[in-house]
């Protein structure tokens, strides 16, 4: 006899087109993944001079950056609860409106600063589109189909990592920088049509209840910490008051927030989590290897761009193998960690993160194109083989009606550490590059010297307007960047051996075998 199908939970007409409904989700979230991986390889055309680009300077083009990571990681928590109060249709179609409108003004941008603000406003719609995407995803599957539905999700990341680059750069070789943007604004339009007609709204019938002081407390801190940061870089002086102030102001603002979430009763980051070690490394583990990521990412495209000579489509190409190996490698950690254990695991991963680190550390002008490849594929694989076990390590650390929770601050952790990555490592860039160029501006005038040496793009174009004169300041320049590119790498490597060390000491090891009763037990309890 065999036992009886429980009731759905889900409407019948919701269920025929749920898996259009996912492709519909993953259009949404592709966009706002996409936008990113595209801008890594505009920063340099970005950087150039008027009317090729904005002329933007180095802390500009990291602001232009972080303003959308820093708005995006505050705002995701109150945006996952506003979409349980107001309901999730509601907030994935504003979400997704507001960022195609951010995507249109940042396409027209006049001046660097427009740029930053209209990036902002980008962050707004996307930290609104990506929670909506997982709880409506999460309430148009059954719960056995879910694990199979969060799998595609998650590899539209994977896709957006690997076409991003691709597109940016095929863009670029065609039509103006702001072409990056603007790509965005008819996707946005299909996007909107098809949620519209597809997507069930929902709610969250006990929502949880918003935290507005803790929101703006941990931006405000952030915000002045990453801009100190940046700013020191700029003025290769981290001993300046203003810049010494900012990051004070910006750490005792973070100190604040952490208190006062600690005493409210609706915490929008709930700091007990932290109690928990594992949680604690886990946690750590995928910021500081986003940290190392994202400062790679932003001196690796103007080494193969400016130093190199490829074109913004074959830079994106370039990286392709980095997308590449965590596509092959993401779905199939979870056998290694069975086999391995997760401290084996994303330990090993950490360690081969810090040895590609350290090949950068070696690259020249003239080192083999084929050596970058394999760096970048290893790179790639390390990261899968972080990722995949923290996020189960996550998961697990907590209890099951915490799940969303986790997510949301594993978002967040991957946000802010990819944010003071950049600040940080980009800042130790500009500081080791105009330490190094600075005495070969002699020949320039006093008013043109400043501007030079804020980073190669400048340095060059300015060697451009000088044309034969100018010729003298290319090969310095080159050098200078390269010394700083191999500086800043090393910096890297000391981040991810210290999240090498944290994981190897924290994280759990190989979980024992459970007996063939007890897996068939889980098997039935998953199935119910």
Not at 28 to 54: E, F, H, Q, R, W
Not at 346 to 358: K, Q, S
Request: glycine share 10%; hydrophobic share 55%.
């Amino acid at each position: 006899m065999t036992s009886p199908v429980p009731a759905s939970r889900i409407p019948e007409a919701v269920h025929r087109r749920r898996w259009a409904i996912l492709g519909v989700l993953m259009l949404a979230l592709l966009i706002v993944v996409l936008d990113n991986s595209i801008l890594n390889v505009a920063i340099k055309t970005i950087a150039t001079p008027a009317p090729t680009g904005l002329g933007a300077t180095q802390s500009e083009i990291e602001w232009a950056i972080n303003s959308y990571t820093l708005v995006f990681a505050g705002l995701l928590f109150t945006a996952g609860l506003v979409g349980d109060r107001i309901g999730r249709k509601k907030v994935l179609l504003g979400g997704t409106l507001v960022f195609g409108i951010g995507s249109a003004l940042a396409a027209e941008s006049g001046s660097p600063n427009q740029l930053i603000a209209y990036r902002a406003v980008m962050a707004l719609g996307a930290a609104f589109v990506m929670p909506a995407t997982l709880a409506v995803l999460m309430n148009v599957f059954e719960r056995h189909e879910q694990p199979k539905a969060i799998g595609i999700w998650a590899g539209g990341v994977g896709l957006a990592i690997a076409i991003g680059p691709i597109t940016g750069g095929a863009l670029l070789d065609h039509f103006w920088w702001g072409s990056v943007f603007l790509i965005n604004v008819p996707i946005v339009i299909v996007a909107l049509i098809l949620m519209a007609w597809l997507v069930p709204d929902s709610r969250d019938p006990k929502p949880g209840r918003l935290d507005p002081i803790g929101v703006v407390l941990s931006v405000v801190g952030l915000v002045l910490l990453v801009y100190g940061i940046i700013k020191g870089g700029e003025l290769a002086d981290f001993t300046d008051p203003k810049v010494l102030a900012t990051i004070i102001a910006g750490v005792v603002v973070l100190a604040v927030f952490v208190a006062f979430e600690k005493r409210t009763k609706h915490p929008s980051l709930d700091v007990t989590y932290f109690k928990n070690k594992v949680f604690s490394a886990a946690m750590s583990a995928i910021a500081l290897v986003f940290f190392a990521l994202m400062g790679v990412t932003f001196f690796g495209v103007f080494y193969t761009q400016s130093v190199r000579g490829y074109s913004p489509l074959e830079s994106g190409l370039l990286m392709l193998p980095l997308a590449v190996a965590q596509l092959l490698f993401a779905p199939r950690a979870r056998l290694v960690v069975d086999r391995f254990g997760n401290r084996a695991t994303t330990t090993g991963g950490l360690l081969l993160i810090a040895a590609t680190l350290a090949a950068f550390a070696g690259f020249e002008a003239d080192t083999p194109i084929w050596l970058l490849e394999v760096v970048f594929f290893l790179m790639g694989t390390g990261m899968a083989h972080i990722m995949t076990p923290t996020s189960v390590v996550i998961m697990q650390a907590l209890p099951r009606e915490k799940a969303g929770s986790a997510s949301a601050l594993s978002n967040t952790f991957r946000q802010v550490g990819g944010a003071l990555g950049i600040a940080v490592l980009g800042s130790v860039l500009a500081t080791s590059y105009r330490n190094g160029i600075e005495g070969k501006l002699g020949a320039l005038p006093p008013n043109l010297r400043d501007t030079a040496g804020e980073s190669i793009e400048a340095t060059l174009g300015i060697a451009e307007k000088l044309g034969p004169r100018g010729e003298a300041l290319v090969t310095p320049a080159h050098d200078a960047f390269l010394h700083a590119m191999h500086v800043t790498a090393l910096c890297g490597t000391g981040v991810a051996l210290v999240g090498a060390v944290v994981t190897a000491l924290f994280l759990p090891g190989r979980t024992p075998a459970a007996p063939q009763g007890e897996k068939e037990q889980e098997r039935v309890a998953a199935l119910d």
